[in-house]
């Protein structure tokens, strides 16, 4: 009889239509099945409906309906990188973790810059803090350092993390601005809350508006511990170092670059890679004692308190270079999953309360991000050490529990599976705790306003005036003026100069200053 006739594709204009009759190119469903016609719905008749029955059309849209996954919550807006980090002068008197001990070793990192509080899609030259996260690849695991571009933060208290990222992000009914905290909600939070003001000097300063990703020091914030093979405890915060220099752009350089191209730092960041002129940091730790922290005047378990290198010297320990673009943006750069409780043995957290906050919150976000507990299946997430345990199953899983046993303990001997090990396994340094259970902030915690002002006096003339004019620029933008004047009565006990200059460039009377909770000291600058 009549052979059976197949329908050639046809698509309109069939000369930008693309077949292959090489079975190693052809085009296949994402469960393996070759596609004939890439171009034309299944239909009943020529002008006739669409069919149900077509599976690859419904596979298609199907995939595509979901290839969005939520952006961060804060952070959405990153660029990463992979690189190599070389330690230059051993820490191993301090800690256990190898890869702080061993010079000349190199430990694969992964790197993610990121601003704050714009969308996804928002502009690179935002006034933003960045974002400077690093996972370190290390033989006893992951270890993050999820740092900014500036060393203090907005807040004392996790608590406050929510009424932060709203207020500073779109205002909730009109959905603008997007990336900028020139608006009335983000003012209004800040100059009710005194313990900010520290950060709002930074914020106002040049380091918001840095001129590359390349030009940004990065920041761990809170102290850490590095504890030793003895089980001595000693603290730390971390820094990196750009060995390009510290630079920034003008306000007005940012709002041209923002317009002209506002992937100005990504593409900054992959074109320095991809022509070989790899960016590197100096990784650098403030190392003190308990001793040395009973003597600063301000409590070093304060995120919004920086300890000044004068008092703790910065020790460069290392080098992190950039040396590899990512290949795939969605795979490494969108799925990577930092999180302040990666650690290894040999570092510990501090009491310092939002750090607390810190580790319960990346986990939780990160668990609906990227759809369920097997995130650190990525291979950007996964170490790159062996992994064993007898968690199993859930969304996505790519690997389970293998042998006999999936519990312990068992008595299966050899076929038992993997076994906690006191040698070499993590353990929490037994710190001291006592105390009632209460909602207290610590009076330790109360003087905002002393390195808000060292940090302000400690500015050039010229670095100064961008602080006061970036202030007057900001707040002209909130229309409630007993906003403004609430912003400025913070100034004045940061520095009246600075006030006064701000009041004026806003047509202010100069307002009462803000109430202190304790005297402010005075700080050398
Ligand atoms: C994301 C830094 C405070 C919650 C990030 C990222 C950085 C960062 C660098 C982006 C990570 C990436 O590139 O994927 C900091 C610093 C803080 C701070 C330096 C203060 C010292 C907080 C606090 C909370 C918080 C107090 C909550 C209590 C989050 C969340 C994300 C995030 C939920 C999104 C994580 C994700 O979706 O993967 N933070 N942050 N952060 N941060 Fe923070």
């Known amino acids: 009889g009549e052979p059976t006739r197949y329908a050639e594709p046809q698509g309109h204009g069939g000369e930008t239509h693309q077949s292959t009759d090489d079975a190693s190119r052809t085009l296949t469903t994402q469960q393996g099945v070759p596609v004939a016609d890439d171009q034309n719905s299944l239909r009943a008749g020529e002008r006739g409906p669409t ?104 807040i004392q208290d996790p608590i406050k993390f929510p009424d932060l990222v709203h207020a500073v992000k779109q205002e909730p009914d009109r959905a603008f601005p997007q990336a900028q905290s020139a608006h009335d909600n983000y003012w209004d939070f800040a100059s009710l809350s005194p313990e900010a003001w520290h950060m709002v000097m930074w914020q106002m300063s040049d380091r918001t508006i840095p001129r590359s990703f390349r030009t940004m020091e990065g920041f761990g914030v809170h102290s850490f511990r590095l504890v030793n093979a003895e089980g001595k405890s000693t603290f730390v915060k971390f820094h990196w170092k750009p060995r390009q220099g510290l630079q920034s752009v003008l306000w007005n350089e940012a709002v041209k670059i923002n317009g002209a191209d506002p992937d100005f730092h990504r593409r900054d960041l992959w074109t320095a890679i991809e022509g070989g002129d790899f960016p590197q940091w100096d990784l650098g730790v403030q190392l003190f004692d308990q001793e040395t922290a009973d003597r600063l005047p301000f409590d070093h378990l304060d995120s919004t308190k920086l300890i000044p290198e ?74 790159r050490c062996p992994v064993m345990n007898f968690q199993q199953d859930g969304h996505m899983a790519m690997h389970n529990p293998k042998g006999r046993a999936n519990y312990e303990p068992n008595s299966w001997g050899a076929d038992g599976g993997p076994r906690e090990n006191p040698t070499i396994g993590y353990r929490s340094f037994p710190a001291e705790v006592q105390g009632t259970k209460q909602r207290i902030r610590a009076e330790t915690f109360a003087d905002h306003y002393s390195q808000a002002r060292q940090f302000f006096v ?61 005297p402010t000291l005075d700080l050398p600058p």
């Open 51 to 154: 069919l149900l029955e077509d599976f690859i059309l419904r596979e298609k849209i199907f995939h595509f309906d979901h290839e969005r996954i939520p952006e961060r919550v804060v952070h959405a807006r990153g660029y990463g990188a992979h690189g190599v980090f070389e330690l230059t002068d051993s820490l191993a008197d301090y800690t256990r973790a190898d890869v702080l001990s061993q010079v000349g070793q190199q430990t694969e990192v992964f790197v993610r810059f990121s601003t704050v509080a714009g969308n996804k899609g928002s502009m690179d030259l935002a006034r933003d803090v960045r974002g400077f996260a690093v996972k370190f690849y290390t033989k006893q695991g992951n270890w993050d350092i999820v740092g900014n571009n500036i060393p203090v933060f907005f």
């Open 458 to 518: 400690s500015q050039l003339p010229i670095e100064q005036k961008h602080i006061g004019d970036a202030l007057v620029f900001e707040l002209s933008k909130v229309e409630r003026v007993d906003i403004r004047a609430r912003a400025v009565s913070h100034l004045r006990l940061i520095d009246e100069g600075l006030a006064a200059t701000v009041a004026d460039g806003l047509g202010l009377d100069l307002p009462e200053p803000a109430q202190a909770a304790k």
């Open 310 to 383: 004068e008092e703790v010297p910065v020790r460069i320990v290392g080098t992190l270079t950039l040396n590899r673009n990512v290949d795939n943006f969605f795979a490494a750069t969108e799925q990577v999953a930092f999180c302040t409780q990666n650690v290894v043995p040999g570092i510990d957290f501090s009491d310092d309360p939002l750090l607390h906050g810190r580790n319960f919150s990346y986990l939780d976000t990160q668990l609906k991000r990227l759809g369920g507990p097997n995130f650190t299946h990525i291979p950007v997430n996964a170490p």
